[in-house]
T-cell receptor, first 112, second 115 residues
């Protein structure tokens, strides 16, 4: 599976949009981009995933560039409860075990 | 909310004791996983299972063992606990729907301290 690169930390003001970038320049055609987050001391939580089209759900939006080498997770109106570590993971469709490789992630701090 | 449970949530135990961390899921998922995470550090996969009677070691070497006798149950055992085993242990599961692999659902974790 392709390696991802994320900034180690970011701050965001409460109520503003949080835009979390991820680089995955070695992504191949059958690999999906997944986002999870981990709130302090809890198990990771799935947020969203996509292949090449932009995706939106009740939690966030995922914007994938046309060349698929990078993506951005958008939390449209960040709240204090969105403070967490956000992981961008690339996983192949042929990954039979559905394995996820977690990197360091981005520690998002939402401030009042 | 995902139906995956871990017990105990917290465990403090002395060196040399045998311990079993329990993980159960009620979603009928065939795949289950154990991750280890030290405070402030990355999650590392230590064991996984494709289904009943299937167990494999993950990316990070671990002295723990696992078993998968029933679909819903994936316990992790340490025969002789040591202080180096102090960590958080997270269990997860995933399944298949409409031919597509689903996301992984995580339990709340067990925080183990070996004194």
């Amino acid at each position: 599976d392709a390696k991802t690169t994320q900034p180690p930390s970011m701050d965001c003001a409460e109520g503003r949009a949080a835009n979390l970038p991820c680089n995955h320049s070695t992504i191949s055609g059958n690999e999906y981009v997944y986002w999870y987050r981990q709130i302090h001391s809890q198990g990771p939580q799935y947020i969203i995933h996509g292949l090449k089209n932009n995706e939106t759900n009740e939690m966030a939006s995922l914007i994938i560039t046309e060349d698929r080498k990078s993506s951005t997770l958008i939390l449209p109106h960040a709240t204090l409860r969105d403070t967490a570590v956000y992981y961008c993971i690339v996983r192949g469709r042929n990954n039979a075990g559905n394995m996820l490789t977690f990197g360091g992630g981005t520690r998002l701090m939402v401030k009042p | 909310e995902a139906d995956i449970y871990q017990t105990p949530r917290y465990l403090v135990i002395g060196t040399g004791k045998k311990i079993t961390l329990e993980c159960s899921q009620t979603m009928g998922h065939d795949k289950m996983y154990w991750y280890q995470q030290d405070p402030g550090m990355e999650l590392h996969l230590i064991h996984y299972s494709y289904g009943v009677n299937s167990t494999e070691k993950g990316d990070l070497s671990s002295e723990s063992t696992v078993s998968r006798i029933r679909t819903e149950h994936f316990p992790l055992t340490l025969e002789s606990a040591r202080p180096s085993h102090t960590s958080q242990y997270l269990c997860a599961s995933s399944g298949i729907a409409a031919g597509e692999l689903h996301e992984q659902y995580f339990g709340p974790g067990t925080r183990l301290t070996v004194t």
